[in-house]
């Protein structure tokens, strides 16, 4: 194992960084091996191959959803929180920003769910099962008019005509266990690129309370997924940028104390109780890191394998190790030796 020392950007937490670039594999039915995935981010496996990437606009990192040839994409990814919460209040923060030109339906919303929702390959039925929140923005294909949403325990849409083109919400989901009851309330930011630090306005522009829990099944909260429904700009112009869909500024609390943060720079994350655990998957195993030792499982690539020569930005694989040249297929792997506990780099 790698035990680290020394001071952190918060205090006990682990730092996860990002690199600009491909977000998550394009396989979604295995969404480890594409080699592009960064810090266990997975594509749901409804989603069509929109694709998403870590962008630096100048200001500040954020997520991107965009469109790469003349159909309509989409996408849903999901990250686990690192908590497994069963009682007590959670609340989610994400930012996004809704676009100049969208087409019918389109949708940016944040999902809260338990383990089996974080599932890569479970079905769209079962995940509604196992979905206990759902809101965002919608473009309604019926009246062509961008509305607030929510998803309400019958099944049925709660849309409101309100929200404004190119312009940043802050989107805040609070979750009562306990009473199994969660609220939504949306904030206009502006039309500037928001970051952590930027306040939360006084005033919501949109709220609802008392909602009932939208799952039938779930029972805990440990899972979020972000997704953004056919963006119509790409990256590569300032008319696509308009266009495009963003996310950024995640924050997740538990009964008012952080435990998630990220900002697409970096995610800082804690388990509640002195230690803070982030997943990784490599070869369909899982590798638990936690803050300050991070455990490297046997028999699991150390790193996915190269995407292209040495100028491409290459995967993160366990405990951030990435490859920085494409010489060769050599992949390292942990092992164990015959005889005795010590683990070795393998080629």
């Not at 035990?3 to 295995?30: D, F, H, I, K, M």
């Not at 930012?95 to 389109?106: E, K, L, Q």
Request: aromatic share 12%.
């Amino acid at each position: 194992m790698r035990t680290s020392e020394g001071a952190v950007p918060y205090a006990g937490w682990r730092e996860q960084p990002y690199v600009t670039g491909s977000l998550v594999a394009a396989n979604a039915g295995a969404p480890f091996t594409g080699g592009d995935v960064q810090d266990g981010w997975i594509r749901a496996n409804n989603s069509s191959l929109c694709p998403i990437t870590v962008f630096d606009d100048g200001d500040n990192n954020e997520v991107a959803f965009y469109k790469n040839d003349t159909t309509n994409k989409f996408a849903v990814i999901k990250q686990r929180i690192g908590n497994t919460f069963t009682s007590g209040v959670v609340a989610v923060q994400c930012d996004f920003r809704t676009p100049d030109s969208w087409v019918r339906d389109g949708q940016a919303t944040l999902t809260l769910g338990d383990e089996a929702f974080f599932s890569p390959t479970i079905s769209n039925a079962d995940a509604l099962n196992h979905r206990v929140a759902q809101a965002g923005i919608i473009y309604d294909g019926s009246d062509y008019k961008l509305k607030y949403w929510h998803r309400q325990a019958s099944g049925t849409n709660v849309k409101v005509t309100g929200p404004t083109k190119s312009t940043w919400y802050r989107l805040v989901i609070t979750f009562d266990l306990d009473r199994s009851k969660w609220s939504c309330d949306f904030y206009n930011l502006g039309a500037s690129h928001p970051t952590l630090d930027t306040p939360t306005p006084a005033t919501a522009v949109f709220s609802r309370s008392d909602i009932d829990i939208t799952s039938s099944l779930a029972t805990e909260i440990s899972s979020f997924a972000i997704d953004f429904y056919f963006p119509q700009g790409n990256i590569d112009s300032a008319e696509g940028l308009a266009n495009a869909g963003f996310y950024d500024n995640i924050r997740i609390s538990h009964n008012g104390e952080e435990c998630y943060v990220n900002d697409f720079n970096a995610r800082r994350s804690r388990v509640f109780g002195g230690t803070t655990t982030a997943t990784y998957e490599a070869s369909g195993l899982l590798v638990t890191n936690t803050v300050g030792t991070d455990a490297y499982a046997l028999g699991v690539d150390l790193y996915p394998a190269s995407t292209g020569n040495g100028s491409v930005a290459q995967p993160i694989g366990i405990d951030g190790w990435r490859r920085i040249n494409s010489a060769g297929p050599r992949t390292f792997c942990a092992y164990s030796r015959a005889y005795g506990d010590t683990a070795d780099l393998h080629t």
